[in-house]
Each structure stands twice: as structure tokens, then as C-alpha cells.
């Protein structure tokens, strides 16, 4: 079982690239005065690795050609600031605003305000297929497990299912009243779910191309959901009806919605009925699943929250590393990864380290989503770039 991660209110170490060779370094720490400082880069040594200095009040610690190691010996706090392996420029001309990377990581897919969705190699970025058919932006995309089949929501309200071989659009599901925003998978796939603006979770037969009922209605657009599996200890409701033949995988799943109005939910997904709501400080923006008991949320005003499913009275701890919106958040290993807006950040807190992971080079641009496959991290941004990290050496 996931243990409580113990990072509420901790310093952190934060960099941001000045020009050519020199850097600004910042120690955060709440309740006290920022520490600035600098890098600066001497050159590159015979082995490739360049040769970096700190101002006062900061150490580096560890440099490699793609990751360098600084720590604040005074609020005792370091931060590894990771390069990317690799970044593909020519995938979009314009924002990419989702990505995922298939099951056997060969495979890559996202969507983009220059209103195209395409399908990519991990490896290197060549374009594989471009899928057409929706109207107006693509806002989310995500691999069935079989890595051969893609799930999309759109603008256009409308939800689709595409082959990764040829490109055919296979099914198309029509309910939801505004736009798709979120999408979850039910198992292998023969169920999906959907989250739209119109303030409605739907559950859809991905074989009859038909809704098979509404999980959650919010009032409320529901702007990411997340399925897990419950623990035992949890009552998730008894369903009013019996759950339609159709239905493959639903039971012992609790659906997270995060809700424009402040508030996440958990819903059973058989029964249909409430499990919890607890009401955030702003708008929720994404939620994930730790484990079957542990999950985070993340809100507009840049606060983490991890809640036990047991009880969501309080939170069991709070993160915070600056006012930016939180835009993702994905289980990694036995941490998770963040990424936020505004700032450009993207970090990885996980329980065997002593330090925060910074994956770098975003600058200032929004960091949209995250996908993982293995020891390779990708990141899609706002100035259009996909980013793949590699922490192997990690």
C-alpha cells in the first residue's frame, strides 16, 4: 500500500534558464524570504559533461549530460533538473493539448489546437496516420490496451473509436450535450466512459455503439475523471436496477469526477450511487488513483490534494509549489508526476528519493498532459513541442 507522501509545505529548489550559459535558482520555502541564486556553466569537460558552478547558498551536488543535481544546504531541499533524451518540434504546428503513448510504447497519439489529432512513433516522432472526422478541437485521446484502437472526445461533443492500423473511424457515440473533456477505459475496452462541459459522466457499449447510462450528473462541467478499482472496506451503493448484460467490468470500480465547481466526486460506477464529494479551493482540474484507497486531485489555484477514499473529511496532506493551475497528474512508480500551467512545470515526487525530479525546458508554457510507457516520460505543451525524458539513469 501506497504510504502518505510527506511533502506538505517543504522548500523546493526551482530553475529558470537567463540566457546562454547562466540560470536563475530559487529556494521556496512557506513562510520565509525566496533564496536567490545562480548557475553558471564554465564549459564542457572532455567527457561531455559541462562544468557547472552555484552561487552562494546553493551546491551542486551531480551533473551528467542530461541532468544535474542542485541542493540549498540552508532549507536542507534539492531538486534534480532533468533535459529531455529527445523533443519532437515537427508532430504540430500549434498547442498540443493531450498525448498518450501505446501499451507496448511503440506508438504515440495526440491532439492539437491546430485542430489535428495524429498518430506518431515513439521513437522518433514520424507521423504514422492522421485521424480526421471530428469537428472543431480533439480535447482528449487515450490507447485501448491493445495499443491498436484509440478513444477520442471532442468539441463536437461527440466520442470516437479509431483503428492506429488505417485510421477508419469504427464507432461514434452521440449523448452528451457539450463538449467531451475526459475519458476513462473500463477494463480491456468493451465499456467507456466520458466526461463533458455538459456537467455528465456516460457509460457507452463500445459494441452497440450506445450509451448505456448516465454515471454522474454534476450541474457542473467535469473537467477529468479517473476509474479505479475500490477497496473492499469501501461501500459503493447497491444499483436501483440490475446493470444492463452490457456492462463488462463495472463492478468494484469507484469513478473520480473533478468538477468546475470546486468539488471532486466518487461515484460507484455499477450502482450509480455517491460515494464522496469533498469541496476543494477552486476549480478541480484532474484527479488519478494512487492505489484502492489513495488518490490525488489537483485544482485551478495550484493545490494537490491527497485524499484516503476511507474518509475525505480532511485531506491527508496538501501540496502546493506555486499559484499555477494543476493539469495533470499521473501514478508514477511509487510517486506521481505533476504538471502544471502558467509556470511550465513538470516534476516527479516519489517515496525512494530525496529530492524532487524537475523535467525541464518547457520554460513558461503550460505543460498539458503527461503519459508514461516504461522509464520514458512524454510531455505535451503549449508552444507545440513533445518532450520524451528518460530516467533510466535515475
Known amino acids: 500500500v501506497l504510504q502518505v507522501l510527506s511533502v ?11 540566457n546562454e550559459g547562466e540560470a536563475w ?18 564549459g564542457v569537460g572532455s567527457d561531455g559533461i559541462p562544468e557547472i558552478s552555484a552561487s552562494e547558498g546553493f551546491v551542486v551536488n551531480e551533473i551528467t549530460k542530461k541532468s544535474i543535481l542542485v541542493s540549498c544546504p540552508h532549507e536542507n531541499v534539492s531538486t534534480k533538473f532533468l533535459a529531455p ?40 516522432g514520424e507521423i504514422r496516420r492522421l485521424l480526421e472526422g471530428h469537428v472543431y478541437d480533439v ?33 461514434t457515440f452521440k449523448g452528451h450535450k457539450a463538449g467531451i473533456l475526459d475519458t ?37 462541467p467535469v473537467n477529468g475523471i479517473a476509474l479505479g478499482i475500490a477497496d473492499n472496506t469501501i461501500n459503493l451503493g447497491s444499483p436501483e436496477k440490475a446493470p444492463s448484460e452490457r456492462e463488462i467490468g463495472t463492478e468494484r470500480k469507484i469513478l473520480l469526477l473533478a468538477r468546475e465547481d470546486k468539488k471532486l466526486q466518487g ?3 455499477q450502482s450509480r450511487q455517491p460515494v464522496f464529494l469533498f469541496v476543494g479551493s477552486d476549480a478541480f482540474n484532474c484527479c488519478t488513483f494512487l492505489s484502492s484507497i489513495y488518490l490525488l486531485a489537483g485544482t485551478q489555484d495550484g493545490n494537490i490534494y491527497q485524499l484516503d477514499v476511507r474518509n475525505t473529511k480532511a485531506p491527508i496532506q496538501i501540496i502546493h509549489r506555486s499559484g ?25 515526487i516519489q517515496q525512494d528519493l530525496d529530492h524532487v525530479i524537475d523535467l525541464t525546458e518547457a520554460d513558461c508554457d503550460p505543460v498539458y498532459k503527461v503519459a508514461t510507457w516504461e522509464k ?18 535515475l
Not at 13 to 18: E, G, K, P
Not at 324 to 345: E, H, K, M, N, W
Request: proline share 3%; with cysteine; net charge positive.
Open 324 to 348: 499555477a493551475p494543476v493539469l495533470c497528474l499521473l501514478p508514477y512508480r511509487d510517486g506521481f508526476i505533476a504538471s502544471q500551467g502558467s509556470d511550465g512545470t513538470c516534476f516527479i
Open 376 to 393: 520514458q516520460i512524454y510531455t505535451c505543451c503549449r508552444d507545440g513541442v513533445v518532450r520524451r525524458y528518460q530516467l533510466s539513469d
Open 85 to 124: 533524451y529527445t523533443s519532437f518540434c515537427r508532430i504540430h504546428q500549434k498547442s498540443i493539448i493531450c498525448i498518450d503513448i501505446s501499451s507496448g510504447g511503440g506508438l504515440g497519439v495526440s491532439t492539437s489546437t491546430d485542430g489535428t489529432m495524429k498518430i506518431w512513433q515513439a521513437a522518433n
Open 139 to 171: 480535447n482528449c485521446c487515450r490507447f485501448f490496451p491493445s495499443g491498436l484502437v484509440v478513444l477520442s472526445g471532442g468539441m463536437d461533443a461527440q466520442l470516437k473509436i479509431w483503428s492506429a492500423e488505417d485510421a477508419s473511424c469504427a464507432v
Open 25 to 42: 535558482l530559487s529556494c521556496k520555502s512557506p513562510g520565509k524570504s525566496t533564496l536567490y541564486g545562480s548557475l553558471t556553466c564554465q
Open 184 to 220: 476513462a477505459i473500463v477494463d480491456r475496452g468493451r465499456n467507456v466512459i466520458s466526461s463533458s462541459r455538459d456537467g455528465t459522466a456516460r457509460l457507452w457499449d463500445c459494441g452497440k455503439s450506445a450509451c448505456l447510462g448516465v454515471v454522474a450528473d454534476c450541474g457542473s
Open 267 to 269: 461515484v460507484g460506477l
Open 8 to 18: 506538505t509545505d517543504r522548500p523546493f529548489v526551482a530553475l529558470c534558464r537567463r
